[in-house]
C-alpha cells in the first residue's frame, strides 16, 4: 500500500512552519521513524507534511543557568554520542543507545517521539521520570511549559493543540548527578518495549520518581514507592512493586504486571542494591 497523496512543505523559518501547520490536514514530520509507516499504511491521511527537522531553533542544545534545554529536532543519536560543550545525564546517553537501530537514532528526534505519544516510546517515560517540561508554541503566541508528567492524555493522544509545536525538553541541569535506574523487556533487540521501569533519585533536590511505561496507556507515577524507596534507602518487595501495579493498572493481564514487576524491580535494584 502507499500513501495518499500530499504534498512536502519545507518551511526557512519556525514562524513559516506554524502558519502552514495551521492548515486543515497538515501534519508536522520531524525524522519521520512514525509518520512513514503510517502513512504507507494509510492510517494517517494528511493533504500535507511540514517538515521542521532542519530549523536551527529546534536543534540546539543549550544550558540556561540552572537547566538544560535540548531542542525538539535534537536526534537520539545525537543524545547518544553526545554534543561539544554539553553535558547530558547519563541516564539519556544510555537510553538513547537503546532505541530501535542506529539508522532510525539517525533520524528519529526527541520531540517527535514526544508528541507521537507511544506509551511504549523510551522518551516518553523517561522524560516523565526525569520531571522534564516541555516548552510549546503556536505562532506569534508565547511558548507556554507543559511538565511531561501530565502532556500525555492517553496513547498517542497529548495536550498539543492545532499549530502547536514542542520547541524543547527542559529539565534541570543538576540531573546529570540523579541516581537512576532504567530497565525495559522487548521480545527482541530494536521493537518496542513490553514493559519499562524507571527511578530516578536527587537527593540534594528532594527529588524522587518512580515510573512504569509501555502500559499501552500514560506512564503510571508510582508516588508512594518513590517517598518510601527515598525516605528509607530500601527497596520494596516485590509483592509491594505487583500490590502497586495492581492498584494502578487494574485492567492489565496477570502476563503484563508481571513484565511490568520485573522491569520495574530491576530499575530499582540499579539505585537500591539488595
Not at 527542559?170 to 540523579?178: F, L
Not at 502500559?215 to 518513590?226: F, G
Request: charged residues 20%.
Amino acid at each position: 500500500m502507499k500513501p495518499v497523496p500530499f504534498t512536502h512543505d519545507i518551511p526557512q523559518t519556525l514562524m513559516i512552519a506554524s502558519k502552514t501547520m495551521a492548515a486543515e490536514g497538515a501534519k508536522i514530520v520531524a525524522g519521520g521513524q512514525s509518520i512513514g509507516p503510517m502513512l504507507n499504511l494509510r492510517l494517517v491521511r494528511p493533504t500535507s507534511l511540514v517538515g521542521i527537522a532542519h530549523l536551527d531553533e529546534l536543534r540546539s542544545v543549550q544550558v540556561k543557568g540552572d537547566t538544560l534545554s535540548i531542542g525538539s529536532a535534537v536526534t537520539h543519536a545525537q543524545i547518544e554520542d553526545g554534543m561539544d560543550g554539553i553535558e547530558f545525564p547519563p541516564m539519556l546517553r544510555h537510553v538513547a543507545r537503546s532505541i530501535a537501530y542506529r539508522a532510525v537514532r539517525n533520524k528519529g528526534t526527541v520531540g517527535g517521539s514526544l508528541a507521537h505519544a507511544d506509551p511504549a516510546a523510551d522518551w516518553v517515560t523517561t522524560m516523565t521520570a526525569l520531571g522534564a517540561d516541555l516548552v510549546i508554541q503556536k505562532g506569534r503566541s508565547k511558548a507556554r511549559r507543559e511538565p511531561m508528567a501530565g502532556f500525555m492524555r492517553g496513547a498517542y493522544r497529548t495536550r498539543l493543540q492545532a499549530g502547536e509545536v514542542i520547541l524543547a525538553v527542559e529539565m534541570p541541569v543538576a540531573m546529570d548527578q540523579a541516581l537512576w535506574g532504567y530497565e525495559k523487556i522487548c521480545r527482541k533487540v530494536g521493537e518496542f518495549a513490553d514493559a519499562i521501569g524507571a527511578v530516578v533519585i536527587h537527593p540534594d533536590l528532594k527529588y524522587a520518581r518512580v515510573v512504569v511505561g509501555a502500559t499501552e496507556d500514560t506512564p503510571v507515577l508510582l508516588d508512594d514507592m518513590a517517598y518510601h524507596i527515598a525516605r528509607t534507602a530500601t527497596a520494596p518487595s516485590l509483592q509491594d512493586i505487583d500490590a502497586a501495579l495492581a492498584a494502578r493498572l487494574p485492567g492489565a493481564s496477570a502476563i503484563k504486571r508481571q513484565l511490568l514487576k520485573t522491569a520495574l524491580s530491576r530499575a530499582i535494584a540499579k539505585v537500591i542494591p539488595s
